[in-house]
């Protein structure tokens, strides 16, 4: 096993697994087992800083979306930490393989990070990556290191590599409060699954976190995603229209292949009161069998 800082990505290797991460967003921007790409990543993909990169797993804080609520109205989309390069910390475990990456307003964006409450609240984010032959963990800390309180939310834009969408479901979610943001209406969500045969955007609010999401094709499960104090899931599809609009997103039929699964805190802001912290972790694995959970 071995972690190799390549300068602008850090790579973690596993005889039969690989992750690496730009440093640039602190972005996963590729995880393989056995050789086989486990996200999606568009081949237009900005690697080079100029924006945030289309796929991966983007980390979207302090806002996510566009909020009109009082100091993140003037925030960008997804806020900043997507677009700010994060400090490369070093391994900090080696079994399992673990690596870290910090952010604080001396590493941040600073054009962006002035628009959230006026660039006046002082944090450190440390994220980890842990990898291990069958799965991917991501976890973020949020600390308040300033003198008053601050709000904010954190999310997981992670995009899975998939073969066909229109032969994809997601299980686990019937019974869930859902907001459709196509349809701009909240509704108990129906479905026995989630299908997908057009543009899905939509927001599962409190879903249990004893809930495990697995992503299925042709009855086989393809994806498992566990969350830790992440109770909101997006989950996004852009399809047809919506992928032709996007000039980073390539190749444009790349919306059969991509389905994301975003854990994240969003229906609501958290939070932190001066010195507290707050953590929360995705994890991706491998294999297992199809659970139905109506928790």
């Not at 602008?8 to 596993?14: A, P």
């Not at 806020?79 to 900090?92: D, H, K, P, Y």
């Not at 963990?137 to 954190?154: G, L, P, Q, R």
């Not at 459709?180 to 045969?197: C, G, M, N, R, V």
Request: proline content about 5%; aromatic content about 10%; some cysteine.
């Amino acid at each position: 096993m071995s972690a190799e800082d390549t300068g602008s990505t850090v790579v973690l290797s596993l005889p039969s697994a690989k992750v690496e991460i730009l440093k640039y967003g602190a972005t996963v921007i590729s995880w393989t087992i056995a050789g086989k790409e486990q996200l999606w990543t568009s081949t237009a993909a900005k690697l080079d800083g100029s924006k945030p990169v289309r796929g991966g797993i983007p980390l979207v804080f302090p806002v996510f979306g566009k909020s009109s609520a009082e100091g993140f109205a003037d925030l960008p989309q997804h806020g900043f930490a997507r677009n700010s390069t994060w400090e490369f910390l070093g391994v900090t475990k080696s079994e399992p393989l673990t690596v870290q990456f910090a952010l604080s307003p001396a590493e941040a964006n600073k054009e962006v990070y002035s628009k959230w409450d006026n660039g006046d609240n002082d944090f450190t984010l440390i994220f980890s990556v842990e990898l291990k032959p069958d799965s991917l963990s991501t976890k973020i800390e949020v600390e308040n290191t300033d003198k008053h309180a601050w709000k904010f939310n954190w999310l997981f834009h992670t995009y899975l590599g998939i073969n066909e969408i229109e032969d994809t479901l997601v299980n686990n979610l019937p019974g869930e409060t859902c907001y459709d943001q196509l349809l701009k209406e909240t509704y108990e969500e129906k479905a026995p699954a989630i299908t997908f045969s057009e543009e899905t955007d939509r927001i599962y609010k409190e879903v249990s976190t004893e809930k495990l999401l697995q992503v299925i094709e042709l009855g086989k499960v393809v994806h498992n995603v566990r969350r830790e104090n992440l109770p909101d899931v997006v989950v996004w599809n852009p399809w047809i229209a919506k992928s032709g609009g996007m000039g980073d997103f390539e190749p444009k039929s790349g919306y059969h292949n991509m389905l994301c699964i975003e854990p994240g805190h969003v229906h609501d802001f958290v939070e932190l009161k001066p010195g507290e912290k707050w953590e929360a972790t995705q994890t991706i694995y491998k294999g297992d069998d199809i659970k139905l959970q109506s928790i």
